[in-house]
C-alpha cells in the first residue's frame, strides 16, 4: 500500500487534493455517488460581487446587512464574499424569523417585522417582485422587502482550469456525481457557459433538498 499511496498522493497534491489514508480511500473506491458542492466547484477567491445597486429609497446598511445576513445563513460558497461586503459597510448582521428555503432558488425570513426575500430572478418571478431585468445578469443576487424589489448585487465566477479538469475526469468515471448545490446561480447552464462543458444528465436535485444532502455525514452504507 505505501509506494503506491505515494505516488498516487504526490500526483494529486498539486491539485490542492489529498487521500484520507488508507480507509478514505476504501471508501471512495467503493463508493458510486459522490456529491458535489458549491466549494467544489468554485473555491474560495473564484467568486466576488461585481456590482451593486441599491435603489435610492432605502438605507444601505441595511439591504446589505439582510443580504449578507440571508446568504450566510444559506452556507453557500459566496457567503465570505457578502461578509467581506457587510465588514466594509459596518453592516451588523441581522436577526431572522421563520428562516427558510424556496424552492424556486433562495431564502424568506422575517427582518424587524417585515419580509425578506433573497434569491434568483426566478424566486422574485415567482414571488411577483417585479425586476428590471435591464439591470441583473445571469448571476445575480436580488433582495426584496415586503415584495418590493430593493437590492440588486451582480457576481462574478470565475473557472479555475483544475475544477474543469476534475469535472472532465468524474464524468468519465463509473462514479454519479449529485450537484448539491447551496448557490442559486449555480446550475447547469452556468456550469456549460462557465466550464465549456456539456451537462446533459447532471444531477440537480431539488433546491431545498440540496442542504440535507451537501450536510450528509458518510454513513456504513
Known amino acids: 500500500f505505501a509506494l503506491p499511496f505515494f505516488i498516487g498522493s504526490m500526483r494529486i497534491f498539486s491539485s490542492g487534493a489529498a487521500i484520507a489514508g488508507w480507509s478514505g480511500l476504501c471508501d471512495i473506491g467503493q463508493s458510486r455517488r459522490l456529491i458535489v458542492t458549491d466549494r467544489d466547484l468554485f473555491p474560495d477567491g473564484s467568486a466576488e460581487i461585481e456590482s451593486i445597486r441599491i435603489f435610492a429609497d432605502a438605507p444601505a446598511e441595511k439591504i446589505i446587512g439582510c443580504a449578507g445576513t440571508m446568504i450566510v445563513a444559506s452556507g453557500s460558497s459566496i457567503a465570505s464574499c457578502f461578509g467581506e461586503l457587510m465588514e466594509k459597510n459596518g453592516c451588523r448582521p441581522r436577526h431572522v424569523e421563520g428562516f427558510e428555503y424556496l424552492a424556486g432558488g433562495g431564502m424568506k425570513g422575517i427582518v424587524d417585522g417585515q419580509v425578506v426575500l433573497c434569491g434568483s430572478t426566478d424566486l422574485m418571478r415567482l414571488m411577483n417582485v417585479r425586476v428590471p431585468f435591464r439591470l441583473v445578469d445571469r448571476t445575480t443576487v436580488l433582495l426584496a ?37 447551496r448557490d442559486f446561480n449555480i446550475t447547469p447552464e452556468m456550469l456549460h457557459q462557465s466550464f465549456d462543458l456539456a451537462t446533459d444528465g447532471y444531477d440537480f436535485p431539488p433546491y431545498v433538498e440540496r442542504f440535507s444532502i451537501s450536510e450528509a455525514k458518510p454513513a456504513e452504507d
Open 145 to 181: 422587502i415586503d415584495g418590493v424589489l430593493y437590492g440588486i448585487f451582480n457576481m462574478k465566477y470565475t473557472a479555475e482550469p483544475q475544477v474543469r479538469k476534475a469535472l472532465v475526469n468524474l464524468m468519465r468515471s463509473n462514479r454519479h456525481p449529485i450537484f448539491a448545490i
